[in-house]
């Protein structure tokens, strides 16, 4: 008789499935070889916990440094503000549109945004010598040059530095911004956050100032070329303003942010973590020993099912 005609017969509805898929999950079997290792898969756990820990240990560390910020909004010129004059009829639309610029409600995202601009990170980064720390393996700090005529990528640098150095974050429950550093070392870290803000205040304090130079010079162009008596005391009103713009820019230590809490060196690493390394090892050995332990009763079953399924075919046979 041909094999291949009995088989033909036999019914694909009735004919038993291969590998034991037919049969009935039985959850005792499972926990019996479950506790049957149990000191197996401990010890597999507390091995990688251990590995984990080590590991720790030797990959480099790095140190979170922080400075908590309070946004200072802008301060209205002197003796522009229309409330501040005895006739504030007298102060036309030209000034209004000229020199009181309202805050903008998205104004502390504003500055956010220009803490974390290129323009600004970029300046941070080549008037702070960040650059031989970013690319270390291609300075030479003995000879304080880079070697063999290696030429830093701005762009690469500020990615690095964004994505992987400084954070700013704003907390919305008491409305103050924070400001973050990551580097391996907790001294510098520390020391780069801290500038970091005394650099954007000098920042945001120089562009203010020659803004407020720029429409001053404009204005006193506009006065040569004018006759008229009202415009005459409108430009004036203006280049005052300007001025004190300019003198409350100067005056203005904290010109944008103002520094409630400096940062200071970590004492312990941010990362990597020890403790959160050893338990993510531990944890992670205890479940490969648990998937170990129920893929031996799978591979068993599945043996066993192999073998009566072949056994069942050579007799068809």
């Known amino acids: ?41 401990l010890l597999f756990a507390f091995v990688c916990g251990g590995a984990g820990f080590g590991l720790a240990k030797i990959l480099p560390h790095r140190y979170e440094s922080s400075v908590q910020l309070a946004l200072r909004e802008p301060e209205n010129p002197g003796g522009v503000a229309p409330d501040n004059r ?28 220009q803490m974390r601009s290129r323009v600004f990170t970029n300046h941070f980064i080549l008037t702070h010598d960040v650059l031989p720390r970013l690319f270390a393996q291609q300075w030479d700090e003995r000879k304080q040059e880079w070697i063999d005529g290696y030429k830093p990528d701005l762009s690469e640098a500020y990615k690095i530095f964004n994505e992987n150095i400084r954070s700013v974050v704003h907390n919305p429950e008491n409305d103050l911004i924070r400001l973050y550093i990551y580097w391996r070392d907790a001294r510098v870290a520390a020391e780069w956050a801290n500038a970091y803000i005394k650099s954007f205040n000098d920042f945001m304090r120089d562009r203010a ?10 204005l006193m162009q506009q006065l040569r070329k004018t006759s008229v008596v009202e415009v005459e005391k409108s430009i004036y009103r203006m280049i005052e303003a300007e001025t004190a713009v300019e ?45 170990t332990a129920i893929g031996s009763v799978l591979v068993r079953k599945i043996r066993y099912a192999m073998q009566a399924y072949r056994a069942r075919t050579e007799e068809l046979a």
């Open 247 to 291: 003198m409350l820019a100067q005056s203005r230590e904290n010109f944008v942010l103002e520094v409630l809490d400096d940062a200071v060196p970590a004492d312990y690493p941010y990362s990597p973590s020890k403790r959160r390394m050893a338990a993510f090892g531990f944890f992670a050995g205890f479940g490969l020993g648990l998937g």
């Open 86 to 113: 005895r006739a504030p009829e007298v102060l036309t639309l030209m000034e209004h549109g000229f020199v009181m610029n309202p805050v903008s409600e998205n104004y502390r995202h504003i500055i956010m945004a």
């Open 209 to 218: 100032i020659q803004e407020s130079r720029r429409k001053r010079d404009f």
């Open 1 to 41: 008789m041909n094999p291949s005609n009995e088989l033909q017969k036999i019914d694909p509805a009735s004919a038993p499935l291969p590998y034991g898929l037919e049969e009935e999950i039985d959850l005792i079997e499972y926990l019996v070889a479950v506790f049957r290792n149990k000191y197996w898969i």
